[in-house]
């Protein structure tokens, strides 16, 4: 995810400049700071390690959205309201073309990123999966709700894919609501 405030943002853009041009264990801490031009006590007042300063830090979700999800909202329908939630939060986060590129870059060439983001992902995946199975109960086991969240990541990397190939054609969360409405109406 991308960071929200400025100097978290140009710490977590340099971070990804300097894995991608040394390979995550090519720098350290001391060189992002320099890169940035901040103390070393302010980059980490702003990320809490090397890996989060590239990756971005964990972030909480919405609160009001996680209420209004759990509470059957905001249409009733599961699928789409899966939906309007990861629109919310990509509407909330925008990255650029540029930023994307060079994201996706670094994670099919450094294994050490591309390791630690599907361990966060995996995370991710298994608290959502809790609360999908929370908010329909015996009607979505852990299971089945960890299932319905892969889709969701398939359908996420299928819109990166359609933003890269036609940036004009709307954002990364128009993609995306475009695919995962036309996979729910499927079903």
């Given at each position: 995810m991308?960071?929200a405030?400025g100097?978290?943002?140009a710490?977590?853009?340099?971070a990804?400049?300097?894995?991608?041009?040394?390979?995550?264990d090519?720098?350290?801490?001391d060189?992002?700071a320099d890169?940035?031009?901040?103390?070393?006590?302010?980059?980490?007042?702003h990320?809490?390690s090397?890996?989060?300063?590239v990756?971005?830090?964990?972030?909480?979700?919405?609160?009001e959205l996680?209420?209004t999800?759990?509470g059957?909202?905001?249409?009733?329908?599961?699928?789409r309201?899966?939906?309007?939630l990861v629109?919310?939060?990509?509407?909330?986060?925008?990255?650029?073309h540029d930023?994307?590129?060079?994201?996706?870059?670094?994670?099919?060439?450094?294994k050490h990123v591309?390791?630690?983001a599907?361990?966060?992902f995996?995370?991710?995946?298994?608290?959502?999966a809790?609360?999908?199975s929370?908010?329909?109960?015996?009607?979505?086991t852990?299971?089945?709700?960890?299932?319905?969240?892969?889709?969701v990541?398939?359908?996420f990397?299928?819109?990166?894919d359609?933003?890269?190939?036609?940036?004009s054609a709307?954002?990364?969360?128009?993609?995306?609501?475009?695919?995962?409405?036309?996979?729910?109406?499927?079903?």
């Amino acid at each position: 995810m991308r960071p929200a405030n400025g100097a978290a943002a140009a710490i977590h853009r340099a971070a990804l400049e300097m894995t991608d041009e040394f390979g995550f264990d090519g720098w350290t801490m001391d060189h992002l700071a320099d890169r940035v031009g901040v103390s070393r006590r302010t980059l980490f007042n702003h990320v809490p390690s090397k890996m989060d300063a590239v990756l971005g830090p964990e972030q909480e979700p919405d609160p009001e959205l996680l209420e209004t999800f759990l509470g059957g909202g905001p249409t009733g329908h599961v699928g789409r309201d899966l939906g309007a939630l990861v629109r919310t939060v990509l509407d909330a986060e925008p990255i650029d073309h540029d930023e994307l590129v060079l994201v996706r870059h670094v994670l099919t060439t450094d294994k050490h990123v591309l390791d630690a983001a599907r361990t966060r992902f995996k995370q991710i995946v298994v608290q959502l999966a809790e609360l999908i199975s929370e908010r329909d109960g015996d009607q979505m086991t852990p299971e089945l709700a960890g299932v319905v969240l892969h889709l969701v990541i398939v359908v996420f990397n299928a819109s990166l894919d359609a933003y890269l190939a036609n940036p004009s054609a709307g954002t990364v969360a128009d993609h995306f609501t475009r695919i995962f409405d036309d996979l729910v109406d499927l079903f």
